[in-house]
């Protein structure tokens, strides 16, 4: 049955919003700072870029991914001195893995809306607080009756995913592969990163089997970190800043619970979510106008996934960009340029910091060596996550 | 106040202290261990209290909408899609098609199995097009295992069953 | 202004053995779309639900929310928090022009854990507070009761008179699970389980779903005519931790400042009609009243005895019965809250309704929390 339409959607937003400062922590396995101590960090290193202190931010969204990862039930709360929400409106969104790009999304309506001109997002992750593994904290997402007794790994999900795209799409995986190496080399630019390494195909396709097709080098690694944005209203933008980077598009959408009811093949949230946001961002060729990319790829497989979705390519012609280079750093649709989370680390709703982030580094000319060759106004950030349901996507331009 | 210079290159400097595992175990870093005791007893709801209790006989139960047609399994009380009650039970057979599969070398924790498993979208043989349910597939090298291959259930003797999904030991490959 | 258009619930119950939370949030969808008159699979731009993952007891809650509220393939979110922060998403996806349609769901199953008191010590600090002790965490209601009762000179009658007005007044509700025909001598006999808390002061768990229908300005006119506004709306976070609390509910008071601000509410007293405070502890609701500015700090206590919160007083508040008489619905406390003040402002509130044109809902984030929000809603 074909999926309905979003309704027209009005657009008669308040005011635009602008973002003007980013940070982030470092993305490693382990680290000793706590949830709260690394929500400082970033929280500190995104206000000094954008000229800020804390007292000039009026609202505070924290995005966090489960509980049972921090070991604190209402987290949000614990959180919140580290995010800046003392003394002040804060609220958290969640909506699994999807929140690395939610969380600007909800900064984006925050702001948008006129209740505040100044807002701080903040996300953070501090997997490795669970024991004897962060997948432990993935026993508890699966439904009571039907899944958990058969003491599932989060890993086969995304198997059972990787070898219905492979098998529907006829796409080997030595062309899966070639994402994670590249991402992974990405990285090496990355002062943050966990597992930048120059590897190649054979390295992967030998590396130990987890859930088979999926192996250790095809997924990104568990890991600690947090991310902050600064985002603000017009007025705001025009007196911080000569080049504040717009929001122009998002969009989000939620598949059915029922995932062994979809056809795992193709993402159509993904393509949901990417249309709501292309309506608003007036996009309609999303290849011809969008520069740079940033799709969530905690499986090398997933990126390709995400990009047939999100309208880059046509359905199972993904790796066949990813063959000609295409979406190299130097190429005509540079792809994860920060080295995405295969590269830099996996901290769930802290990867905000290598999607949201990296898009205004991008946009603003800011990446350093990470920046990408190619002239850029346009960029799309995208995350994924829940049940393999959710997909955000948010398109910002450094043009107004 | 002014930012957006180009040359800054962002993010500003990468902060925080890595430790390792091993530094946890020798108490290198403080650390406080808590082992929570928090206990849930799901109530199952309607439709999937009836799909346990058929399987305790031996029946996979599917419903039927006919707003959109469709033969769905797991049970639902309602249709996702039409937003409307469903409209009756049907009995499934318990053969149905690989969708897809993984072979699966850890357990829930990432540990490593003794020995690797077989686990699959198994698309039951009554209900619609890509209705599956996950499960697990024996009597079988993992090697062997392929896309569309057909397969049946292998139940647990009547005395066993319990009304849980596991009254299903795992698929075996359907012969012929 | 953005606009409430439906409403539906289900419960509220103490337990709910038949129906799994997902059946129990369809069936409050059902209510809630044919009373605004929309179909959720047409009509519907985004849903947002409220919920926190130990509750439900799930790593990630959101993955099994789309499918009883028809949003399957929709924009669909999880506000980890209560229900009105929920109505603040909806204002805001709104207000910026993402929605014209929001629906707004939580639900309580809180009779499927069965471990409460070990789910609220989870929410706390790991290395400060949980080391200390692993008594129920209700105590440390308790503590802030104590500094509360000490600063406000408040005697152990004071607190058990909210219990006697919410028992009371929850008779006429008939989705009170928790009603009770009781008397001061009878919560002066209640055991004191955490003194100075008594047994009666705190409100026992019960399961149920809420789900809005939330409109901007112009689609809420066609849809219907009587849509109950949002007049104002806020929410706060005073701290985290027991060492800086103000132990007098400033998140409240804050989080109302900011509702009222919005709502052009200079003297709440005059322009409020009524409330629906959170009462989860009994001294709470003294607290709660004393921030939403209904009365100053050292009058709540007599204000309340002399009958001024009572149905037929000046400011009634908790009509409903409020938690203590409806019961803790965890995240849908603000649900409930919320639903009252609707159901009274239409006038369908039954027997025990009120005349009211503007009414306030107010939550607190439960322990060991010092968060809230507030809600003004009018006519």
């Known amino acids: 049955m074909e999926v309905e339409v979003i309704k027209g959607l009005k657009f008669q937003k308040k005011q635009d919003v602008a973002i003007v400062g980013a940070g982030m922590t470092s993305f490693k396995r382990r680290l000793n700072e706590t949830g709260r101590e690394l929500n400082y960090y970033a929280v500190r290193q995104a206000l000094e870029e954008a000229g800020l202190t804390i007292d000039d931010v009026e609202i505070v969204v924290l995005g966090s991914a489960p509980d049972a990862f921090d070991g604190v039930h209402m987290k949000e709360e614990y959180l919140s001195d580290g995010a800046g929400g003392f003394d002040r409106p804060y609220m958290r969104y969640f909506v699994g893995g999807g929140t690395a790009v939610f969380a600007p999304i909800a900064g984006y309506f925050h702001v948008a809306s006129g209740l505040a001109d100044v807002c701080l997002v903040v996300c953070e992750e501090k997997m490795s607080s669970c024991h004897p593994h962060p997948q432990s904290a993935f026993k508890y997402i699966w439904d009571f009756f039907l899944d958990r007794p058969l003491k599932p790994n989060l890993i086969w999900i995304f198997a059972l995913e990787m070898r219905r795209y492979m098998h529907v799409n006829n796409v080997k995986h030595e062309d899966i592969a070639l994402v994670s190496v590249k991402n992974k080399a990405n990285a090496l630019d990355h002062p943050c990163s966990h597992v930048a390494e120059k590897i190649t195909v054979e390295d992967v396709l030998n590396s130990e089997p987890m859930a088979l097709p999926v192996r250790r080098l095809d997924v990104s690694p568990p890991s600690d970190g947090a991310a902050a944005l600064v985002m603000v209203a017009a007025h705001k933008a025009r007196h911080l800043t000569d080049e504040p980077v717009w929001v122009t598009g998002v969009g989000w959408s939620l598949d059915t619970t029922w995932w062994t009811n979809r056809d795992l093949y193709y993402p159509r949230y993904a393509a949901e979510s990417a249309k709501m946001a292309y309506k608003m961002a007036h996009i309609t060729d999303p290849r011809k106008q969008i520069d740079v990319v940033e799709p969530y790829d905690p499986f090398d497989y997933k990126e390709l996934h995400h990009l047939e979705g999100l309208g880059f390519a046509k359905k199972g012609e993904a790796p066949i960009l990813t063959k000609e280079g295409v979406t190299q750093r130097d190429g005509d649709l540079p792809v994860c340029p920060s080295g995405g989370l295969l590269g830099v680390g996996n901290p769930i709703s802290a990867a905000m910091g290598v999607k949201a982030c990296e898009i205004y580094w991008q946009l603003s000319y800011r990446a350093g060596k990470r920046q990408v060759a190619k002239e850029v106004s346009t960029g799309l950030c995208q995350a994924w996550g829940d049940l393999m349901q959710i997909s955000t996507v948010m398109i910002m331009s450094n043009k107004r | 106040m002014a930012v957006g210079k180009r040359k800054i290159e962002c993010p500003l400097y990468a902060e925080g202290t890595a430790v390792s595992e091993e530094d946890i175990k020798t108490r290198k870093v403080t650390h406080y261990e808590d082992h929570p005791d928090i206990r849930y007893s799901w109530t199952a709801g309607q439709a999937i209290s009836r799909f346990l209790n058929g399987l305790k006989e031996g029946k996979i139960l599917g419903v039927k909408c006919d707003g959109c047609k469709r033969i769905m399994v797991p049970p639902r009380m309602f249709c996702e899609l039409c937003y409307k009650p469903i409209d009756g039970w049907v009995e499934l057979k318990d053969t149905g098609t690989i969708l897809t599969y993984s072979i699966s070398y850890i357990d829930p924790d990432a540990r490593p199995l003794p020995k690797p498993i077989v686990v699959a979208l198994i698309q039951i043989d009554g209900a619609s097009q890509n209705m599956a349910i996950m499960h697990l597939i024996g009597e079988i090298e993992p090697e062997k295992v392929y896309v569309g291959m057909r397969v049946k259930a292998v139940w647990k003797p009547e005395n066993e069953r319990e009304g849980s999904v596991t009254d299903i030991k795992y698929w075996k490959p359907l012969e012929g | ?379």
């Open chain 3, 1 to 379: 202004m953005v606009a409430i258009v439906g409403v539906g619930f289900c419960g509220f119950n103490s337990t709910t053995p038949d129906l799994s939370w997902k059946e129990i949030v369809y069936e409050a969808a059902i209510k809630a779309y044919s009373d605004a008159g929309i179909n959720p699979r047409r009509d519907v731009d985004s849903f947002v639900t409220c919920e926190e993952d130990f509750w439900e007891g799930v790593a990630i809650s959101d993955e099994f929310v789309p499918d009883q509220l028809g949003a399957v393939v929709k924009p669909t979110c999880t506000v980890c928090s209560d229900f009105l922060y929920g109505l603040a998403t909806a204002y805001m996806q709104i207000k910026s022009g993402l929605a014209e349609i929001v629906v707004l769901e939580a639900h309580s199953k809180a009779s499927d854990l069965k471990t409460l008191g070990n789910a609220i010590r989870h929410a706390m600090d790991p290395i400060w507070l949980r080391p200390i002790s692993r008594a129920h965490p209700y105590y440390l209601a308790a503590l802030e009761m104590q500094i509360y009762m000490c600063e406000r000179g408040l005697c152990e009658e004071d607190v058990a008179r909210v219990v006697v007005k919410n028992k009371n007044n929850a008779l006429l509700n008939p989705s009170a699970p928790y009603a009770a025909n009781v008397k001061l001598e009878d919560v002066m006999r209640s055991p004191k389980v955490f003194d100075p808390l008594k047994k009666m002061e705190i409100a026992q768990t019960s399961d149920g779903a809420v789900i809005l229908v939330v409109a901007s300005d112009e689609v809420a006119r066609k849809l219907t005519d009587t849509p109950i506004w949002i007049k104002g709306i806020g929410w706060w976070t005073e701290t985290n931790s027991y060492d800086t609390a103000s132990f007098s509910a400033l998140y409240a008071y804050k989080a109302a400042k900011m509702a009222y601000k919005m709502a052009g509410i200079a003297n709440p007293v005059k322009e409020v009609d009524f409330a629906e405070v959170d009462d989860r502890f009994a001294f709470k609701e003294l607290q709660h009243i004393e921030a939403l500015q209904f009365a100053n700090k050292f009058e709540v206590a007599r204000l309340l005895r002399d009958g001024y919160f009572d149905r037929d007083g000046v400011i009634p508040v908790n009509v409903s019965g409020g938690s203590l008489g409806v019961g803790n619905l965890l995240e849908c406390t603000g649900g409930q809250k919320t639903l009252e003040v609707i159901l009274q402002l239409r006038g369908e509130a039954g027997k025990r309704q009120i005349d009211a044109e503007v009414g306030v809902a107010q939550v607190w984030r439960y322990l060991p929390t010092f968060s809230g929000a507030v809600a003004v809603l009018g006519v």
